[in-house]
Structure formats: structure tokens, C-alpha cells
């Protein structure tokens, strides 16, 4: 790999492979096609294991007394590529972005727009921002100069719901990414069931086992500095006005959902999404166990 410099590489050179890449299995043998892959599995595949360093202490950084971190090590002498957004073509950042912050929830949300026309899309862009009050935040970028139907429906109306996707039916909210005209009802390509909300106009989704009904609290039109008045995206924050749970994902306290009944789904770089795979726990360090040690090394 080329040494970082001081001057910015275009992504165009790194990440254009990646209309040409091909899928890999295990043992590192090209797939040239879906079909040749393994089917998908059946079990949950969610399980907790150790940390990768259970014995880590205080100021220990990066451990190299495993093969994990001996190689994260190692592989700092590849040095870093540099990218500078403001040299870079937006398809480009798009690309590198995308396959570098992951692993993203995805929001699907049902929206009605004013003239009473449903829409049901996925948004990668999307987070819980706050639990008090309870909020949720979806960005969902224009279409050309204007904003998607989605953004617009939520805009005038006020009202969205956001389903959480699981892998019983991924692909036929995968379905609903299409780049369909305005008047077009994704639901019905989809085979999806609409259920009625109680509080807003949009329907969840029956199929998901975790649903949100919000309301608009803000939008932030985003916007590239050099024209501030031509936004490319909005952000849009929803407060939480109830919650649907299915009981069947719940784990046996019946308060908080189990991963492993819910199976949400995730999404990467491309046109890859991601499972729940192995998970860990490391508890959160309370300041009354630590502060010592800061006293010892000052």
C-alpha cells in the first residue's frame, strides 16, 4: 500500500473496485454469483463470548499479547490514506462512507403524504439521539434538488413511523429502496402488511417485531457550506409517542428485547447488509474502582 503524504488521494482510485469486487465465502474462493453461496442459516447466530482481552487493565491501550492485537500492531506500518471530502466526488465519499462507519441500524419508515399517498422506504442513516424525551433520528438525502417522498411526507405531515427490520423479511423491505415516481405505493412490491397506528396517521409494519409511532420534532435542512440555501439532505428528529413490541421478542422480564428472537438486520458497505453475530460484555469502569490508579500514575 502506498505511504500517507501529505497530499490527499482520490477515492475514485481506492474504492472504484467495488463495482468489480467479488463475494467471498471462508476459505477465500471468488463467487461470482449469489446463488452459489451457502444458503442462509436458520439459527440465530447470536451468542456471547469473552472480550477479545479479558485480563486489559488500566493504561494497557492496545494489547499485543494476542494474535488480534499483534496484527492491529503490525498493520500500522501500512501507514494511512488521507481524503480530503473537499477533493472528492460526493458518489465517492457516499462509497467510503458507507463501508466505513458500520456496522448501521436501518430505519424503515411508513409515511402518508398530505395528498394521502403511502410511502415505505429504508434509511441507513439513522440512530436513537436521546431516551428523555424519548427521540429518534433518520437523514434522508434529496432526490436531485428536491427532497425524497419520504422526507417530504414527514415535513407536511408531521407523522412517520419506523419499523425495525428483521431477517425474516429483509428482502421484501430491501424491496421498498426502489426508485419509484411519487404516486407509487412500495407496500404493495413489498407483500408487507400495513397496521394501523395508534396515535398517527402512518401505519407500522405488522411483520416488525419493533415499532416506533413518531411525531416531527425538528428538521435540519443539511447543506454543503458554499451554498447554505440548497440542502442535499434533511435531518429529521422524531419524538417517540408509543413504542410496539412484540412479545415473542422480548427476553423474560418482558421489558427489554431479547437480539436474538428480534434478529435485526444491518447495513454495510455496497449493497450488503450484515446479522448479529458474536457479542461480548465489558462492563462500564466506575470512577471509585479507578481513581486510584490515576493517583498512582500522577
Known amino acids: 500500500m502506498t505511504k500517507a503524504s501529505n497530499h490527499a488521494l482520490p477515492a475514485s482510485n481506492v474504492i472504484r473496485s467495488l463495482h468489480k469486487q467479488v463475494i467471498l465465502d471462508s476459505t477465500s474462493k471468488p463467487k461470482t454469483s449469489m446463488s452459489e453461496l451457502p444458503p442462509f442459516r436458520t439459527d440465530p447466530g447470536f451468542r456471547y463470548l469473552q472480550s477479545p482481552t479479558p485480563d486489559w487493565q488500566f493504561g494497557d491501550g492496545l494489547r499485543t ?15 494511512f ?27 424503515f419508515v411508513s409515511t402518508i403524504a398530505k395528498d394521502g399517498t403511502p410511502n415505505l422506504a429504508p434509511f441507513s442513516y439513522f440512530s436513537m439521539c436521546n431516551h428523555n424525551p424519548p427521540m429518534i433520528s433518520v437523514s ?3 432526490r436531485g434538488k428536491n427532497p425524497k417522498d419520504t422526507a417530504r411526507a414527514i415535513l407536511d405531515t408531521k407523522e412517520f413511523t419506523v419499523n425495525i427490520i428483521s431477517e425474516s423479511f ?14 407509487v405505493d412500495e407496500w404493495i412490491g413489498s ?27 425538528q428538521s435540519v435542512p443539511l447543506a454543503p457550506p458554499a451554498t447554505p440555501d440548497e440542502p442535499t439532505s434533511y435531518l429529521i428528529i422524531g419524538l417517540i409517542k408509543l413504542i410496539h413490541v412484540r412479545n ?22 455496497d449493497i450488503t447488509y450484515s446479522t448479529l453475530g458474536d457479542s461480548f460484555r465489558i462492563p462500564r469502569p466506575q470512577w471509585e474502582s479507578v481513581k486510584g490508579d490515576y493517583n498512582v500514575q500522577s
Not at 81 to 107: C, H, N, W
Not at 195 to 214: A, D, H, M, W, Y
Request: with cysteine.
Open 81 to 107: 490514506q488521507v481524503f480530503d471530502p473537499a477533493k472528492e466526488e460526493p458518489r465517492d465519499l457516499y462509497k467510503l462512507m458507507t463501508s466505513g462507519i458500520t456496522p448501521r441500524p436501518v430505519a
Open 170 to 183: 429483509v428482502e421484501a423491505a430491501n424491496f421498498t429502496s426502489v426508485e419509484a415516481p411519487f404516486e
Open 140 to 142: 434522508v438525502n434529496n
Open 191 to 217: 407483500g408487507l402488511t400495513r397496521e394501523p397506528s395508534t396515535i398517527v396517521k402512518p401505519p407500522r409494519v405488522r411483520e416488525s417485531g419493533f415499532s416506533l409511532e413518531c411525531e416531527l420534532y
Open 248 to 269: 415473542a421478542v422480548l427476553d423474560h422480564t418482558k421489558r427489554v428485547v431479547d437480539p436474538s428472537k428480534l434478529r435485526p438486520v444491518a447495513r454495510m458497505g
Open 65 to 79: 499479547n494476542t494474535p488480534l492485537g499483534k496484527q492491529w500492531k503490525a498493520d500500522e506500518e501500512e501507514e
